[in-house]
Nanobody, 113 residues
Framework: QVQLVESGGGSVQPGGSLTLSCTASGIDLSDYTVNWYRRGPGNQAERVASITARATTHYPDSTKGRFTIARDNVKNTVHLQMTNLKAEDTAVYYC???????WGQGTQVTVSA
């Protein structure tokens, strides 16, 4: 049985930091490109970071320089370190092993003063 668990969300003030984790069981995340997506109050999904099986990373302009995605293959986990958080980063964050068809429940990030 495949399970994806996102964790690490919470409430922070603007300028704060959080690190999200996506831990899998039943699949090996190292075999996949893994994306982090978010769905904000407007309900539109946005990809915020990607890491390929070879650990090449990609970021959109909205998160470049503030977010860092990294693998921990020993723990079968992909982390998303988020710094200098802004109100517009408020969303539910999901990880997506691309093409696997599996999603977790997401983790809420709220940035407000």
């Amino acid at each position: 049985q495949v399970q994806l668990v996102e964790s690490g969300g919470g409430s922070v003030q603007p300028g704060g930091s959080l690190t999200l984790s996506c831990t899998a069981s039943g699949i090996d995340l190292s075999d996949y490109t893994v994306n982090w997506y978010r769905r904000g109050p407007g309900n539109q999904a946005e990809r915020v970071a990607s890491i390929t099986a070879r650990a090449t990373t990609h970021y959109p302009d909205s998160t470049k320089g503030r977010f860092t995605i990294a693998r921990d293959n020993v723990k079968n986990t992909v982390h998303l370190q988020m710094t200098n958080l802004k109100a517009e980063d408020t969303a539910v964050y999901y990880c997506d092993p691309m093409g696997s068809g599996y999603w977790g429940q997401g983790t809420q990030v709220t940035v407000s003063a």
